[in-house]
């Protein structure tokens, strides 16, 4: 199969490891810490998952393990919507499990969680993940959104998983397909089964995270995709001077990607969703808000901008949230009334006049287009689909009406040409970047190392991002102990709390205190293009997000007051040439597939070190 130079080169890269994941397998043990509680809802947890709550955070350290030699199957799941890294978690995880046993197996199962239902699965062996290390997307086995959650479901999982003679199962996935590993795992105890179940934190939304799960893998690389795109499109704003750019991005839950994003590329107008709640603005708010940047733009020459609008806006204003819920009633329980209107706009009168007074308002005051994907993108229950909305359209259509009022009243002078863009699709399946190649390969190298502590019901994690793979923590996080209860179609489940933008943390207060300026000056940054080989503060530099959340690396890291003596003394003198090294040169792209395999399983410890 004929493949790209980029393609050639990923493949010859060698993650970087933390030095206790460079150890031979059987010579890391597990360290247990003391019994841990969950975040919220205490007691009814407990009853949840009497055989898994409470258990003690797992750390790896440097100790003999011979279970880790054993022969054993493991079965893998990819889970929800494609991140960047999903296919290293598996390289990692194989390669952990052939250096323990070359005999042992690891199955993944085709689409998700269905394909462990029909008990569709396929060998990956290391000539398979051969052509999937280092690169993006989720295709070596697919994906898919099946919930696990009927009784019927749970024993069909656990014949499936019998049948195959597993010894684990790995769940990648975000927060609701990690609940569902939780689930697995309370269930497989339960019936008196001693099949181990470990989830992998996945998202480019960037809303699994906790004290103990700094970020879920896929985001940096999503971030940078679209940050690259954003600089792009402002260089280009910055140039012809005559449009806003409106660019709603993928997070529909949290605005971590927007944040980030804005904290990348410093645009003239980020909107967070979670602000808006908080301060419980309305559309005609944020409409005005923008169109104040705008006009003062304007009044300097300025006729151009940019503006980053979370996928998830229109859930978080009020008025908008009540007018959601309100026609997803409405459409339900008058399905068949609505079915037979003949015509769009009879559907609007009739919508409209259903509604109680301030959401018709709300409603009214819609451009038609949006009240089109309104009532007709709905899902079999009746629901309105959110996702689809086109808010960058929404706010456009919306802003343009504003400015010709401005302009009527002598309030504005200037131009407004608006363009509007969605990203999403283009930064999941992009090639990773090295900080997730490093981060995802650990955590399925983790997940491995889990299995052989013989632990179940936990999360693979790594911990202290902000500084160099050499000073990363690889551990094992109980899944109850990231849990609550929440309201879900109509009664109380146990969930992982999702993490929206925390409005006191440093992220956001960064982007706060800079964004007035922005929005006033022209100060894009330009990200460019992810680099994957380089100096280290550009190939393997993680998000902002981290760095502000945890700090940026010090002299206090490790090895980092060693280089900078050795900076000292080699200052004024000639530099002499590098040696390729085993952090992905495009020479070592020449090196053939089977003698690149036998190197990785040899000596990639080894070289990471």
Known sequence: MEISALQSARYAYRPKLPPVLTKPVEAIRISLGAPTESIGDREELK????????????????????????????????????????????AGLLDGIK????????????????????????EITPKLVE??????????????????????QFALALKNARDRELRALVVIGGDDSNTNAALLAEYFISRGSDIQVIGVPKTIDGDLK???????????????????????IAR??????????FIKLMGRAA????????????????????????????????????????????????????????????????????LISALSDLLAHQASTFAVLPSLDEQIRFVAQNLEADSREVFSGLPHGIKRQLLMDRDPHGNVQVSRIETEQLLTAMTEARIRQMKDSGAFKGSYTTLSHFLGYEGRSAFPSNFDADYCYSLGYTAFLLIAGGLSGYISSVR??????????????????????????GSKKPVIKKALVDLAGRPFKAFAAKRDLWARETLYLYPGAIQYYGPAEVADRPTKTILLERGTPTAAAPGAAKKQGAAKKTAGKKPRAKKATATGKEAAAKIPPAKRAAKKTGSAGKKAK
């Open 47 to 90: 009853r949840i998952f009497p055989n898994t709550y409470g258990k003690p955070i797992a750390g790896l350290r440097a100790g003999k393990n011979p279970n880790a030699l054993k022969r054993i199957n493991v079965g893998v799941i990819l889970s929800g919507g494609q991140a960047p890294g999903g296919h290293n978690v598996i």
């Open 99 to 122: 250096r323990g046993n070359a005999a042992s197996r690891l199955f993944g199962f085709f689409g998700g969680p269905s394909g462990l239902l029909k008990n569709a699965a396929l």
């Open 131 to 152: 052509q999937y290390r280092n690169t993006g997307g989720f295709d070596i086995i697919g994906s898919g959104r099946t919930k696990i959650e009927t009784p019927d």
């Open 210 to 232: 906790n004290e103990y799960i700094e970020s879920s893998f896929g985001f940096d690389t999503a971030v940078k995709t679209y940050s690259e795109l954003i600089g792009n």
């Open 236 to 245: 280009d704003a910055a140039s012809a001077r005559k449009y806003w750019h």
């Open 255 to 322: 605005s971590h990607i927007c944040l980030e994003c804005a904290l990348q590329t410093q645009p003239n107008v980020a909107l967070i969703s979670e602000e808006v709640e908080g301060k419980k603005q309305t559309l005609t708010q944020i409409v005005e808000s923008i169109c104040e940047v705008i006009a003062l733009r304007a009044s300097r020459g300025l006729a151009f901008g940019i503006v980053l609008i979370p996928e998830g806006l229109v859930e978080f204003i009020p008025e908008m949230k009540k």
């Open 464 to 489: 202290n991002l902000a500084h160099p793979a050499r000073a990363w923590l690889p551990a094992g996080i109980p899944l109850t102990m990231m849990m609550n209860l929440e309201q879900r179609h």
